[in-house]
């Protein structure tokens, strides 16, 4: 479905950005590069991944990162033709459960310098290479806060729906270019930063607020984006599509 792409996911090593490099590598034959800020952790990463998948180090809070990032893709591989934003600010409790207006300006630029600039730096950087190739794929991890709001999490909420604009903004505007870009809203899904933190009650609670009454897996959004990914997808764009078991209806 993928084959002879070449894809790179950004926050790969664990979690739903795993999930999805496996699924492309995998299942979908395309060529992954796995990158996180610790190459040891991407190495790792795409060793259990295996065939296909290749590491490197990348930080997209830093705009030397990316551009080395890319050089050194480009001069590996010759082009990038799938871009999936993933990687975010971790998980901070404290953060997540302050009231909006006790966030500080340190708080709430740590985020959006990671999950909204982060972003931005990256596909920024790509673009050129997708039009020089003749096209290309931009899918960037949201969530549905962005869209429906929440009482939690505002900093959050704030940078995911900044991401929700970048891929209005790239599909209108690089679209004759044949690049197209989504946005994937994501409910609760299993992953280690999310349903991990959580005590017994909590998880519960979550699981009951989908029509669904589940968590979702990190492997059903990476077949997902990889459905998106590919020709499946050649005359939609510029779609911000909702993953949470129904919760949020659009």
């Not at 673009?127 to 899918?139: E, H, R, T």
């Amino acid at each position: 479905m993928l084959g002879n792409k070449v894809a790179v996911i950004t926050g790969s090593s664990r979690g739903i950005g795993f999930a999805i490099a496996k699924e492309f590598a995998q299942n979908c034959g395309a060529t992954v590069i796995m990158c996180s800020r610790s190459i040891k952790q991407s190495e790792k990463a795409a060793q259990d991944v295996g065939k296909n998948a290749h590491a490197m180090r990348l930080d997209i809070s830093s705009s030397s990162s990316v551009r080395a990032f890319i050089a050194n893709v480009l001069s590996r591989f010759s082009r990038i033709d799938i871009l999936v934003n993933n990687a975010g600010y971790h998980f901070d409790k404290k953060i997540w459960y302050k009231p909006f207006h006790e966030v500080t300006d340190k708080e709430m630029g740590a985020i959006i310098d990671v999950d909204l600039k982060g972003s931005i730096r990256l596909s920024r950087a790509v673009i050129p290479a997708m039009i020089k190739n003749g096209g290309g794929i931009v899918i960037s991890i949201s969530s549905t806060p962005a869209i429906s709001g929440h009482t939690e999490g505002g900093a959050y909420s704030i940078a995911k729906a900044g991401l929700i604009a970048m891929t209005k903004h790239i599909a209108l505007e690089y679209g004759s270019k044949n690049i197209r870009a989504y946005t994937l809203a994501l409910g609760n899904i299993r992953t280690e930063a999310t349903f991990d933190s959580m005590n017994d009650a909590q998880k519960k609670a979550a699981e009951q607020e989908n029509a669904m009454k589940r968590w979702g897996e990190p492997d059903e959004v990476a077949r997902i984006a990889a459905n998106i990914a590919s020709d499946s997808f050649s005359f939609a764009t510029g779609n911000t599509i909702v993953v949470d078991g129904g919760s949020v209806f659009l």
